[in-house]
Every structure is written in C-alpha cells, then in structure tokens.
C-alpha cells in the first residue's frame, strides 16, 4: 500500500529529471577540472550517452542505481507497491539500456558506465573517470 494519493504519488514521479541530475553535474564537473571536453546527450548515438567524447570514441552514461537497477546496490530495489508495474518498467529499462550498450559497441564506442551510488566517493570516481579517459586500448 503507498502512503502517499496516486495523484501525488504521479507529480512525484514526474519531476524526476532524465538529463542535468545531481549524479551526472558531479560527473561532469570532476571530467572538466580534468581537463577533458565533452558533448551532452548525443541523439544521434544509441542511448544518447550523457557525456561523449568524440575525439576519444569514448561515452560515459549517468546511471541511477533505481532506475537502471544496479546490480548489487541496496538503492536497487523493487517498490512493494504496485510491484508488478515496476518490475515490467525497470526491466524494460535494462533491455534498453543492454541494447544501446551493444550498439555502441558495434560502432566501435568505448563505455563507462557511472553509478549513482559511486558519486559519494568523488576521490575514487576522479580516478576511474581518469583512467577510462587516459587509457587508449582500442
């Protein structure tokens, strides 16, 4: 049972950002102070990465643990109300998100995927944001 009207429960749900999260301006700041330029959302690629580095052939998508369903994380569950809903949704949302991956793959794109739950660690993500972006493997 949800504690709070479906009407409300609605307006909630709506002001969710998809793009400019908190998760994704931390991202974005520590990639700039490195030194390293992007462009955002990219319609023209599979999934629109949050972050692409053209020059690099490398993208960085933003994922929120919830909505992406993390593998692992406690921020990944599934709510008990309403649960059928929700698991055909968030698993809707991993199809996509294994789709886009694949294609972009195919067209030869590095990927790094940045979990909402890592952004508390901003020193360890500085680093593997670092070494994603430094490293030259293809």
Wanted: charged share 30%; glycine share 6%.
């Amino acid at each position: 049972m949800d504690i709070v009207s479906p009407e409300k429960r609605s307006r909630m749900m709506a002001g969710i950002r998809a793009k400019n999260t908190k998760p994704e301006l931390v991202v974005r700041k520590l990639v700039h102070g490195m030194g390293f330029r992007y462009h955002l959302h990219r319609k023209d690629l599979p999934g629109s990465p949050d972050l692409v580095f053209p020059r690099l052939k490398k993208v960085i998508f933003v994922h929120g643990c919830f909505w992406h369903r993390h593998p692992g994380c406690r921020f990944a569950y599934t709510p008990k109300s309403n649960a059928r809903f929700w698991l055909d949704k968030l698993e809707g949302n991993t199809r996509r998100d294994a789709l886009a991956l694949k294609a972009l793959d195919d067209l030869g794109w590095e990927i790094l995927i940045v979990w909402e739950c890592e952004i508390s660690d901003q020193s360890a993500l500085a680093l593997k944001l670092k070494s994603f972006l430094s490293s030259t493997l293809r």
